[in-house]
């Protein structure tokens, strides 16, 4: 399903060369939820952000459902995301001047879904989360685990293959934690979704299938 | 997809509302100004009633008469020719002076020469300079009366309240006869309507009122009364004079193109035509330039010496002013709304990494900005409308009537429109480029 082979990342400016990632490989399967760990600054963002076609990589090749990254132009790579993967940031990052409604249909409008199937499709993804009753709420009235959960709407609602987990627990107590955390085992069991998750938290880890540990942009386990 | 921008564009604006409110007002007052600029522009010289042909007449306000005196110079030189000392002669003409006069017509020229222009399909002779007093109920009502033949009412097309102009058989027989305005109804007559039958006195005769017209509201006409030109007493003592007189002629060709016909008409018939007799001891060269409508206009205005010249300044100086006024608030708003955008970069990347490309993105910000600046532009166009209707209470153009009409609307339309993509494009692209990672990282949502 995604497959990494020397993929490396160097931030470069005019004085000094970073090296976030170095000689990552990494096959992750269909179905299989994997989570990346290790200290702040290690990379784990930067990973995840190139096998979510956010960002590219300096060197090695990144292949995504069979489609190697340099095939893909920006468009092709927005329309990709679009179709075949979510995201759940730490911070939520949920638009404050929308509706939870129309947060959660904010794939589906890049998607050109008609306006009764998105709020059909929205609210259904909404049920599955336990906030179909906050449809019409804003962001600010929300707690942070409603939040989060929204969140988890938005990047579940076009159905893709995968879901892509920024600390998706980080901001949140060990309760709301285990909520959210429940809601994206469910998620990988229940529906097959391939998912990679990005944790500081042990426990969240143990949870999932397969766990990547990474130092100083180096993979260590 | 556009219903979401239009109604995020509405509940951005009311994050923030004193930012808003700003940003609002120089928008607003923004396109009032302009918005007044095009009701005077199109007042002026738009195509609208009484001269609604504007674009395809033609005008010869003056007849101009001169005579250029020579001094000869002579210079006498000496020189050998086969040995012998001669005298050489040589001798140059110089203009010493020039006899100049300058004036409107009579009508008795306008007539003879100026009837028969081959490319004009209207065409009428005016007096447009009288001005009589009249004293109503004590207190002094001014006329601005305008002398005219029959056909002034082909080329004007005054709005009638009640009754008609004046035809051929009223301007020959002389009868007193007068169209008048609403204005001048209310003034003398107190009253607006059933004026037609009423009778007038102005210039020591009584006119009855046959029709009567909303004021013209232009500067180029200001008239208060029409009546034959057979009326017109000085005019009448001026035939078989000079040629000068206090009337004007004007033409109007089928289509826009006519113009530059009509004008060569005109310039051929001057050069076919003699200094009348009785001048010609004083003058030997006739002039009588034609100038399009708004030539003649930029003519008044800007008082320089050629009226194509005065054109060419006025159109700088017009399009100096609205690139003057649209350039300073759209470069003021871009730096507003760049500061505006940087604030959402976090749901910038959170769109694109949810699928939106960089066209999507542009698309979302110019349309937000351009409903900013429709908001603005209802505003600003109560405001002008306001502004219009103080100009016209208080008289603040003289006899100039704004007007307010589906032009004065479109025209308004395209301008916020203008308005609204040239200042939102430049931030709406900044942000469309930036960085998702980036974008992402600001986390401001």
């Not at chain 1, 990589?57 to 790579?77: C, F, Q, R, W």
């Not at chain 1, 920024?166 to 309760?175: H, I, M, Q, R, W």
């Not at chain 2, 007096?127 to 002034?152: A, G, I, L, M, P």
């Not at chain 2, 993105?361 to 505003?379: C, K, M, P, S, Y």
Request: proline share 3%; charged share 20%; glycine share 8%.
């Amino acid at each position: 399903m995604i497959k990494l082979q020397n993929v490396n990342k160097v931030y470069r400016t005019k004085t000094i060369e970073t090296t976030a990632l170095s000689d990552i490989n990494l096959n992750i399967d269909k179905g299989e939820f994997l989570s990346i760990m290790g200290p702040s600054g290690c990379g784990k963002s930067t990973l995840l952000n190139i096998i979510g076609l956010l960002d590219e990589p300096s060197g090695g090749e990144v292949n995504i459902g069979g489609n190697a990254l340099p095939n893909y132009n920006t468009k092709a790579m927005a329309q990709f995301r679009n179709q075949q993967l979510g995201f759940i940031f730490q911070s939520f990052h949920l638009i404050p001047d929308l509706t939870v409604r129309d947060n959660v249909e904010l794939p589906l409008l890049y998607r050109k879904v008609g306006g009764k199937d998105r709020k059909r499709m929205a609210e259904e993804a909404l049920e599955s989360v336990g906030l179909k009753n906050r449809v019409s709420h804003f962001p600010n009235q929300l707690s942070g685990g409603q939040k989060q959960r929204v969140a988890i709407a938005r990047a579940i609602v076009g159905n893709p293959e995968i879901i892509l987990a920024d600390e998706p627990t980080g901001n949140l107590d060990s309760v709301m934690g285990n909520e959210v955390m429940d809601i994206l085992l469910e998620l990988n069991s229940k529906n097959d979704t391939t998912i990679v998750m990005v944790t500081h938290d042990e426990n969240m880890a143990k949870k999932t299938h397969k766990l990547i540990r990474l130092y100083d942009g180096q993979q260590v386990a | 997809m556009i219903s979401n921008y239009i109604k995020l564009a509405i509940r951005v604006l009311g994050r923030n509302k004193f930012f808003t409110a700003i940003s609002l007002f120089g928008i607003s007052f923004t396109l009032a100004i302009l918005m007044l600029i095009v009701s005077v522009m199109e007042t002026e010289v738009g195509q609208t009633p009484p001269l609604s042909e504007k674009d395809k007449m033609v005008i010869v306000p003056n007849l101009n008469l001169k005579r250029q005196f020579y001094d000869t110079i002579y210079a006498y030189d000496t020189t050998m020719y086969n040995g012998a000392q001669v005298i050489d002669t040589s001798f140059t003409l110089n203009e010493s002076g020039q006899n100049n006069s300058n004036n409107e017509f009579a009508y008795w020229f306008l007539e003879k020469h100026l009837s028969n222009v081959p490319n004009a399909k209207k065409f009428t002779f005016f007096n447009s300079n009288n001005v009589y007093n009249s004293y109503v109920n004590n207190s002094k009502v001014e006329f601005k009366t305008v002398y005219s033949d029959h056909r002034f009412w082909d080329l004007f097309d005054f709005q009638f309240v009640e009754g008609f102009g004046f035809g051929e058989s009223a301007v020959e027989n002389e009868e007193l006869v007068a169209v008048i305005t609403t204005e001048l109804a209310d003034k003398y007559f107190g009253k607006v309507e059933n004026v037609v039958g009423e009778i007038l006195e102005m210039d020591r005769k009584n006119f009855k009122v046959i029709g009567v017209v909303e004021p013209a509201g232009i500067m180029l006409l200001a008239v208060d009364i029409i009546v034959p030109y057979t009326h017109d007493n000085i005019d009448a003592q001026r035939r078989n004079e000079n040629g000068f007189g206090g009337y004007m002629g004007m033409f109007v060709g089928e289509k826009n193109s006519d113009v530059g016909l009509i004008k060569n008409d005109i310039e051929f018939i001057n050069s076919n035509t003699e200094v009348p007799a009785v001048a010609q001891d004083n003058y030997d060269i006739i002039e009588f330039e034609p100038f399009s409508f708004h030539e003649a206009y930029a003519g008044q205005i800007l008082d320089l010496d050629d009226e194509e010249e005065s054109l060419k300044w006025m159109k700088w100086i017009m399009f100096s002013l609205m690139g003057f006024l649209i350039i300073l608030p759209t470069l003021n708003l871009i730096n507003l709304n760049v500061s505006r955008i940087m604030e959402r970069s976090s749901e910038i990347g959170v769109r694109k990494a949810f699928g939106a490309d960089r066209n999507t993105i542009l698309f979302q910000f110019v349309v937000e900005n351009i409903v900013q600046t429709f908001i603005g532009g209802l505003i600003g166009l109560v405001m002008a409308m306001l502004f219009i209707y103080i100009i016209n209470d208080t008289k603040l153009m003289g006899d100039v009537i704004l007007k307010l009409n589906y032009r004065f609307f479109f025209f308004s339309l395209i301008i916020c429109l203008i308005f609204g993509l040239v200042s939102g494009l430049l931030p709406a692209y900044r942000m469309s480029k930036m960085h998702v990672v980036s974008a992402l990282k600001q986390n401001k949502l």
